[in-house]
């Protein structure tokens, strides 16, 4: 059966989705972007700073679901400049060890919601 995971711990969907599911002792978590998860303000300073948001959210609820950064598989990266390939990477880097980093793709698109930059969504083991 399917667990559905809330948190303030981190934004609240800005559609007709949840935060992450949780089925078969996996956690499936949707796309998080840079907004604050108490002021619901975007974080949109830098990329690095963008980013880091994005991850804080991803982490927060990874732990909401009870699992962490450490038991991610599979990152899906979506970024609106490729030219900012190197400067996500930098941040990527201090939340997931490159011995043990989860599988990833990290993909240009044409847009994102709320027109920001970055875009990460993982699966990860409870």
Do not use: C, W
């Not at 982490?59 to 009870?66: D, F, N, P, Q, Y």
């Not at 060890?97 to 875009?119: S, Y």
């Amino acid at each position: 059966m399917k667990q559905i995971i809330k948190t303030d711990q981190a934004p609240l969907p800005i559609g007709p989705y949840n935060q992450a599911v949780v089925f078969n002792g996996m956690v499936f978590i949707s796309g998080q972007i840079a907004l604050h998860p108490v002021t619901g303000n975007l974080v949109l300073d830098t990329i690095e700073i963008e980013t880091r948001q994005v991850l804080d959210n991803v982490k927060a609820v990874l732990e909401a679901s009870g699992s962490s950064l450490d038991k991610v598989l599979k990152a899906s990266v979506f970024v609106k400049d490729m030219n900012q390939f190197g400067r996500i990477n930098a941040v990527y880097a201090k939340y997931f060890a490159e011995d043990t980093a989860p599988a990833r793709e990290l993909v240009q698109v044409a847009e994102l919601p709320k027109f920001v930059n970055i875009e990460i969504s993982v699966i990860a083991a409870i």
